[in-house]
């Protein structure tokens, strides 16, 4: 089962009703590839659906997209260090209450948090980027105040040619959208 199907029915199965969990899989993502560590890549979604339930007081739809795009460079951040080309684009929406300007500059910034100390650590949103940029990808967030926020992962899409002819390793770590 691929793996942000297997995250949307961990996220239903946990999350409470009131929540409206959406998937939209692009039907040309289905033989893409991304070398990814799984289980990071599901920590990362499972977070930022943590955050976004979060936001939207456990009622509002999320929304969990997959779409192949093509980055040129001036489509990549300067802070991210990657390449043109083609990727998969994973969003994740919410209709919660938005961020300000502020919130927004300062998101990944290690220990900024907008919930109380307890609730904590202000890690989860670097952790995310750092895993993001670990694999060669970036992240990007749009929010309007009291409309909702998209969180933008863009992972490189494997050569095609090369997962075909590449020998079986099970110690790789690759992903089929």
Same mark, same amino acid.
């Given at each position: 089962?691929p793996?942000i199907e297997e995250? !949307? &029915?961990? &996220?239903?199965?946990t999350?409470?009703?009131? %929540?409206?969990i959406?998937?939209q899989?692009? /039907?040309?993502?289905h033989s893409s590839v991304?070398? !990814?560590?799984?289980?990071? &890549?599901?920590?990362?979604?499972?977070?930022l659906?943590?955050n976004a339930v979060?936001a939207?007081?456990e009622?509002g *739809?999320?929304? +969990?997209?997959?779409?192949?795009v093509?980055?040129?460079q001036k489509?990549i /951040?300067?802070?991210y260090?990657a390449l043109?080309?083609?990727y998969?684009k +994973?969003s %994740?929406?919410? $209709? =919660?209450?938005?961020?300000t300007?502020?919130?927004?500059d300062?998101s990944?910034d /290690?220990?900024?948090?907008t919930?109380? #100390?307890?609730e904590g @650590?202000g890690m =989860?949103?670097? #952790? !995310?980027q =750092?895993? %993001? @940029?670990?694999h060669? =990808?970036? +992240? #990007?967030v749009?929010s309007v105040?009291?409309?909702? $926020? !998209?969180?933008?992962?863009y992972?490189?899409l494997a050569?095609? *040619?090369?997962?075909e002819t590449?020998p #079986?390793? *099970?110690?790789?770590p690759t992903?089929s959208m």
């Amino acid at each position: 089962m691929p793996l942000i199907e297997e995250t !949307v &029915l961990l &996220l239903k199965a946990t999350f409470p009703s009131t %929540v409206n969990i959406q998937q939209q899989i692009n /039907p040309e993502s289905h033989s893409s590839v991304i070398n !990814v560590d799984c289980p990071q &890549l599901q920590e990362v979604l499972i977070n930022l659906c943590n955050n976004a339930v979060r936001a939207m007081n456990e009622n509002g *739809e999320l929304k +969990i997209s997959l779409n192949p795009v093509e980055l040129s460079q001036k489509d990549i /951040p300067a802070q991210y260090y990657a390449l043109p080309g083609n990727y998969a684009k +994973i969003s %994740v929406q919410d $209709t =919660g209450c938005g961020m300000t300007t502020e919130m927004l500059d300062k998101s990944f910034d /290690p220990f900024y948090a907008t919930k109380e #100390t307890y609730e904590g @650590a202000g890690m =989860g949103l670097p #952790t !995310v980027q =750092g895993t %993001v @940029a670990q694999h060669g =990808g970036l +992240i #990007t967030v749009n929010s309007v105040l009291g409309q909702g $926020t !998209v969180f933008d992962l863009y992972l490189p899409l494997a050569d095609k *040619e090369a997962t075909e002819t590449k020998p #079986t390793n *099970e110690d790789a770590p690759t992903f089929s959208m």
